[in-house]
């Protein structure tokens, strides 16, 4: 690798304060050519799996970068700083399996390295602010050109560390699935996509229900929003391949309450019935 024109940038830091204006500064002023794109910075607080899932949804559509993600309750102690090259990029930040999944999005881990070498971090690195110190600068100067072996020793993909698995089971009539994500118009990504849709059978038009341990709802199955009557719940695919709950105009995650985490079953209205 020879340096990246891009660097993109994704942490839960919030905008209310100078946290992603820091980190700017110390790539501008260590690689003042690159450009930097920002992925996001509203990244639920702590909440590694959410960020783990943005990126893994938006890395592939962005041009050959390094990626610097910050999603880091553990700042300051053992875990360690990584490096994963995948084909067309480099992957910045912590060891807290925030950034396996984006990797295997882009084509999987081809190497991947602590970051342990002083030299490509500011000189004086605070114990609570390692996106600045640390994954920043490192992300600079890869971006201008510093091959990624020199940033410290290589790791073995298996010593990584990895989120656990969400839930995603289907059965004869239904699928389980974990809720991922809730986006900013309140819909409800889930760990699940057209695969597991199609096991059930259903075309665009039939009715399901949508239960979780609190509440249930009645849906229909659509391919886009505009499918429903203004209130309606459907269920549908999203642009990142996600099974989806949505309210045509409206928050689906307001209307039922489901957070991430939460483990949903879609079953068609006619099983529903039976049961």
């Known amino acids: 690798m020879t340096g990246f024109d891009w660097i993109s940038l994704c942490t839960d830091y919030g ?11 110390v790539m501008a002023r260590i690689a003042p050519g690159a450009r930097v ?15 783990s899932v943005v990126l893994a949804d938006t890395l592939p559509w962005l041009p050959p970068a390094v990626h610097v993600a910050v999603v880091d309750p553990g700042v300051g102690t053992a875990r360690r700083g990584i490096a994963l090259v995948s084909d067309e990029a480099v ?5 807290n399996g925030l950034l396996v999944p984006a990797a295997q999005a882009l084509g999987g881990v081809r190497a991947a390295y602590e970051l342990t070498e002083p030299s490509y ?8 602010f390692h ?14 050109g510093v091959p990624p072996e020199k940033l410290g020793p290589a790791l ?6 990895t989120l656990q698995t969400p839930v995603c089971q289907v059965e004869d009539d239904l699928i389980r699935a974990e809720v991922l994500t809730v986006d900013h118009f309140g819909n409800v990504a889930l760990a699940a996509g057209a695969a597991e849709l199609a096991t059930l059978g259903l075309q665009a038009g039939a009715s399901a229900r949508v239960q979780w341990p609190a509440g249930a ?11 429903v009557e203004h209130g309606e ?11 989806t709950l949505a309210r045509r105009g409206d928050s689906a995650a307001h209307h039922t309450g489901l957070r991430p985490g939460v483990v949903v079953e879609v079953l068609s209205a006619q099983s529903a019935g039976c049961r």
Do not use: M, W
């Open 131 to 144: 996106g600045r110190d640390v994954f920043a600068a490192v992300a600079a100067h890869l971006a201008c």
């Open 15 to 25: 905008y209310a304060d100078g946290f992603v204006a820091a980190c700017h500064g």
């Open 217 to 227: 709802r009645r849906a229909r199955l659509g391919k886009t929003f505009a499918d």
């Open 37 to 51: 794109l920002d992925v996001t910075h509203a990244i639920e607080p702590g909440n590694v799996r959410h960020g």
């Open 91 to 95: 992957l910045v930040g912590p060891d």
């Open 156 to 161: 073995g993909p298996a010593s990584l560390v």
């Open 233 to 243: 719940l459907i269920v549908l695919i999203d642009s990142a391949g996600h099974l």
């Open 121 to 128: 971090q500011l000189p004086t690195v605070s114990a609570t």
